[in-house]
């Protein structure tokens, strides 16, 4: 028999997040690997699903989602940024946000074109970019503040470049990108005409009264940048799949037309809940994720210490870094495994945000647990440390 898999396939590979999860599971342990936010959906947007099914709202939505989902997250966008969006023809509803990136690479990059992406990063984005025919191109970032430099970018780019890729706050780092270094980026992407695609889906969740700034909201950004976004972790429903893309009108379309194909669109009374969510839920809804959030980040990353697992201490999003060196193991994987047989916490290697092996000395916590899960799976960290320091 002739038959075989598509070329693509070796491009694609089980995520090593998803394979901790069931590693996880195997073993009976605490699942801090994935990013599955396990608290409660909030009252409005859970009801807001319900009374839509109800009502029938069942049906295919238009392409690129509900007006009313459309409507309130262009009000959402100005009442958070100041950005002015036009929700007819400037906003995609698609089928999370990694749906709503993907289907922007479809539409906007063509084979061979290059997109920079700061390392390290979320490993999807990577598998996007090589399943379009786009080739990933890696500026490192430096612990423990994640930075680089304008010189790092204009290694970098050739001919051939076609779009940066900024995820702020970042997955796995935790980095929020200053203004300084936004403007570093803007300046390079104006000089060298390039789109600037934006994952910024843990937008809400910043610390240290650090504040999020949409690339887009930059001089001469307006125009050029994707912006991706979506609900899935500001309400704590990864499964609904509701993300969307921010864009100029002149590529609004044909982002819409891939996600159409791809996706038909996002289960219509599920972005009916997001769009309750995001008209009734108010300002000290949002306050109060960067609030709880950080007391999260806080309890782990003392765990981590006391555990002599030094992290790196995010400055957003609810993932943190640290250092795994001293855990026997000669590789990531091996290490975290070790981790997970002795104390049953999973993590996710770091050689999963990198295109090579420079993060063999890293794992990623997820700290978006409920505090018993969360306390939990400190208190056993923290075992660990009391045992082998």
């Known amino acids: 028999m002739s038959l075989s898999t598509g070329n693509r396939l070796k ?21 801090l690997s994935q990013g599955v936010c396990d608290l409660e959906v909030p009252s409005i947007v859970a009801q807001g699903a319900k009374q839509a099914i109800d009502d029938g709202v069942n049906a295919y939505t238009r392409y690129d989602g509900l007006n009313e989902l459309r409507e309130a997250i262009a009000k959402r966008q100005k009442n958070f940024s100041g950005m ?33 992406l700061f390392e390290p990063y979320y490993g999807y984005h990577a598998i996007n970019l090589v399943s379009t025919l786009a080739v990933p ?60 695609f934006t994952d910024e889906i843990y937008e809400y969740f910043v610390y240290d009264d650090r504040q999020h700034i949409p690339p887009a909201s930059l001089p001469g950004m307006r125009e050029r940048t994707i912006m991706v976004s979506g609900l899935s972790k500001t ?54 994720i960067s609030k709880e959030y950080q007391k999260k980040r806080d309890r782990i990353c003392d765990a981590l210490n006391t555990a002599g697992l030094t992290p790196f201490v995010p400055q957003g999003a609810y993932y943190v870094l640290c250092d795994i060196s001293g855990i026997p193991g000669s590789s990531g994987k091996k290490k975290v495994m070790h ?26 916590f997820c700290f978006a647990k409920e505090d018993t899960v969360l306390n939990e799976a400190c208190r056993r960290l923290e075992s660990y440390g009391s045992k082998n320091l």
Not at 13 to 28: D, L, P, T
Request: glycine residues 8%; hydrophobic residues 40%; charged residues 20%.
């Open 339 to 364: 981790l997970l047989k002795e104390i049953k916490v999973a993590s996710v290697p770091g050689e999963a945000f990198y295109h090579d092996a420079a993060g063999e000395n890293l794992t990623r």
């Open 84 to 116: 002015e969006v036009d929700p007819e023809n400037e906003i995609v509803v698609s089928s999370g946000a990694t749906g709503a990136l993907f289907s922007a690479f479809l539409a906007l990059l063509n084979a061979g074109d290059e997109v920079i």
């Open 137 to 196: 191109v890696y500026v490192r970032m430096t612990p423990p503040d994640w930075t680089f430099s304008r010189e790092d970018l204009d290694k970098v780019v050739t001919k051939k470049t076609k779009a940066i890729l900024i995820n702020t706050p970042g997955n796995p780092s935790g980095k929020v990108f200053t203004t300084e270094e936004l403007k570093t980026i803007s300046e390079f992407a104006i000089e060298n005409d390039l789109f600037v």
């Open 235 to 288: 309400y704590s429903i990864t499964g609904w799949r509701v993300g969307y893309v921010i864009c100029d009108a002149k590529w609004s379309t044909a982002i819409g037309y891939f996600s159409d194909m791809l996706y038909a669109c996002a289960p219509a009374p599920l972005q009916m809940g997001a769009a309750m969510g995001l008209i009734h839920l108010g300002p000290e809804f949002y306050d109060n």
């Open 11 to 31: 491009w694609v590979k089980q995520s090593e997040i998803r394979n901790m999860s069931i590693e996880c599971e195997k073993h009976g342990g605490i699942n």
